[in-house]
């Protein structure tokens, strides 16, 4: 489903990105951890093309991300949830949802609605249709930014530290929400801190510090005897 | 001091001041329409295009609107080459020169007001699939246009107050009007007290205007 060759990313001097090599398969659930700074939401936001990679391959659903239109042709099936919601605070949470299909794909106004609401419904919002982002809780706008992904029908989502913003107690819906989708079978690459969600939903851990992928593999077998002395400290960091 | 010359005059002068009023508004048509054309130019990828805005904006904001009305006035039948000039070409020159100045300076403000958006909102409607164009669109544009009321409300407010020097093409607008009656009465104090005080009137209408916009669209969706 996505396939990096040899990812490098630079911001001027800073070399955040050295040389990431990765496979995802269909209906993976690939769980990007790491120390701040480690290049993971950078590597993340490469897959996109949010980052312009400075040398490498990426590949996503047989498209190379190479040109203007296959980056808006790849956009439309990859799916992005960020750190900070980015709701269209102009909007309401079903005129955010609805925006992308209409604009983008062209569905009609009574079939996208219909859509929303039963994605707003999934993540357990459908009496907050027609709230603006303000009125909801951190929690509940980031449902919400699922939801306005999910409404594209992404065959791939991409999740950067969507629970890292939030206070404590709304961690649970969003993470559920996500545990979710893992389950029906979406392809999804997590950059997260939670490994409870790391380890229940992954089917593989990915392991980044200084802009390499350190270690990776099976989640209870890469906290359990973490082979790299990096990965170690880290976890024992925050485990 | 004669006031009754004030009095006979109120009507003139009302003439004046909606002549000053319409040729305001035709500029602020053509300034928010270049306005946003520059100011897209000026944050465009391309250097070209942005070199392009940055010179069209450092000429109009950096040299005399006086200057300007004069080159704008003559500089044309110059350029293409005409004999005469057509019937009231004054207008169609002072609105023309007033508009290219505040697109200068509304390209700025809106500038300013795309920029104040966070880049989150751009990255999550790229993120969608929608393009450049349709981010602007639906995204960045609307919230941007809330934040600039306030500065487009300066603004409109300067460019009515700055029409007046359209008085030197011979424009028969406000201060225009002004200055001939007190040519035919001699009573300049109040004739241009009058004067200031309709100038007064309009700027609080636009500021007025400005508020309950701000408030209108605060109340809404401005979040």
């Known amino acids: 489903m996505i396939f990096v060759k040899n990812l490098h990313k630079s911001f001027g001097k800073l070399e955040v990105l050295k040389g990431i090599d990765c496979h995802v398969h269909e209906k993976e659930v690939v769980v990007v951890i790491g120390p701040s700074g480690s290049g993971k939401s950078t590597f993340l936001r490469c897959l996109n093309k949010l980052e312009e990679p400075t040398s490498g391959e990426i590949i996503v659903d047989g498209i190379p991300l190479n040109s203007e239109v296959n980056v808006n042709a790849i956009r439309r099936e990859v799916g992005m949830v960020f750190q900070r919601f980015n709701l269209f605070p102009h909007m309401t949470a079903i005129q955010n949802i609805v925006l992308a299909p209409e604009v983008v794909r062209k569905t009609n106004k009574e079939e996208a609605r219909k859509i929303g609401l039963e994605l707003l419904a999934k993540v357990g919002l459908y009496d907050k249709a027609d709230e603006y982002p303000d009125r909801l809780s951190g929690g509940q706008q980031q449902r919400v930014a699922i939801a306005r992904a999910l409404a594209m029908k992404p065959k791939i989502m991409l999740f950067d530290e969507t629970t890292s913003a939030l206070d404590p107690e709304m961690v649970g819906e969003v993470l559920a929400v996500m545990k979710d989708l893992a389950r029906e079978g979406m392809t999804m690459v997590v950059v997260t801190h939670e490994m409870g969600f790391a380890r229940e939903v992954g089917d593989r851990v990915i392991f980044m510090d200084e802009g390499i992928i350190m270690e990776e593999g099976e989640p209870n077998e890469v906290f359990a005897n973490p082979k790299n002395p990096r990965t170690k400290v880290f976890l024992s960091k925050i485990l | ?223």
């Open chain 2, 1 to 223: 001091m004669n006031w009754h010359v004030v009095v006979d005059n109120m009507p003139i002068l009302a003439k004046g001041a909606l002549l000053t009023l319409e040729l305001t508004a035709g500029a602020v048509a053509i300034g928010v329409v270049i306005g946003l054309f520059m100011a897209l130019a000026r944050l465009s990828k391309h250097k070209v295009v942005r070199a392009g805005a940055i010179a069209y904006i450092d000429f109009f904001r950096g040299t005399p609107l006086l200057v300007q009305i004069f080159l704008v006035y003559f500089g044309i039948p110059m350029l293409l080459k005409w004999q005469t000039m057509p019937d009231n070409y004054q207008y169609t020159a002072g609105i023309l020169a007033m508009g290219l100045n505040s697109g200068a300076y509304i390209a700025e403000i809106f500038r300013a007001g795309i920029q104040s958006i966070d880049r989150g909102q751009s990255e999550a409607a790229r993120s969608l699939g929608m393009t450049q164009a349709q981010a602007l669109r639906y995204v960045i544009l609307p919230q941007a246009f809330k934040r600039t009321i306030p500065p487009l409300g300066n603004e409109f407010i300067a460019l009515l107050k700055d029409s007046s020097l359209l008085s030197i093409i011979a424009i028969q607008e406000l201060f225009y009007t002004g200055k001939i009656i007190v040519g035919r009465t001699y009573q300049p104090l109040p004739m241009y007290m009058a004067v200031a005080l309709y100038y007064l009137v309009m700027t609080q209408l636009i500021a007025q205007w400005v508020a309950y916009m701000e408030r209108r669209l605060g109340k809404n969706d401005l979040r």
